[in-house]
């Protein structure tokens, strides 16, 4: 019997090994994707996704608000992300984050217009605040947001915690 307890413990042990060594693999790949499809230096930078009763916010701001060269980088890849989204296109998440990442295959169902992607200048970055009035769209944004997150370590960026405390957006 103590075998068997062993032995299930040492399987428990190594699937929470293994999925923690997946999930570290994974963060790796995604932020080495994610630094060869953005302009902006990602060690200069700080990235949050917070989702929202519509759907989401992502917010990238440079870590030195006197970084004007990171602030207009960042600035120039969020409206483009936006554009692109807008226009349906979502082929730069897919690079990053793959084909099966949660909210994305409802996301690209979306006709024009169904999804809002409001772009919005900070004073050291971009936001991109990302809302529907339409429940399957909302549920797949906040799941996308969450994804998000999830893969990129989601940043705490002080001045953003406090009017973003809840989903009540």
């Not at 006709?111 to 549920?139: C, M, R, V, W």
């Amino acid at each position: 019997m103590k075998h068997y307890l062993f032995l299930i413990g040492l399987l428990v042990f190594s699937a929470t090994l293994a999925a923690e060594t997946n999930s570290s693999d994974r963060k790796g790949e995604v932020y080495r994707r994610t630094q060869q499809a953005t302009s902006y230096d990602l060690n200069k930078t700080l990235q949050t996704f917070t989702q929202t009763v519509h759907g989401g916010i992502q917010h990238v701001v440079a870590k030195s608000a006197g970084d004007k060269e990171q602030i207009q980088l960042i600035r120039n890849n969020l409206r483009k992300m936006a554009d692109d989204f807008a226009k349906g296109d979502f082929s730069e998440t897919e690079r990053i984050h793959g084909t099966d990442m949660p909210g994305l295959a409802q996301l690209k169902r979306a006709q024009p217009n169904d999804i809002k992607f409001e772009y919005e200048t900070l004073e050291n970055g971009a936001q991109i605040h990302y809302s529907s009035e339409y429940p399957q769209y909302i549920e797949a944004l906040r799941e996308w947001i969450q994804a998000q997150a999830i893969d990129h370590n989601n940043d705490v960026i002080n001045e953003h915690s406090q009017h973003h405390q809840t989903i009540r957006e």
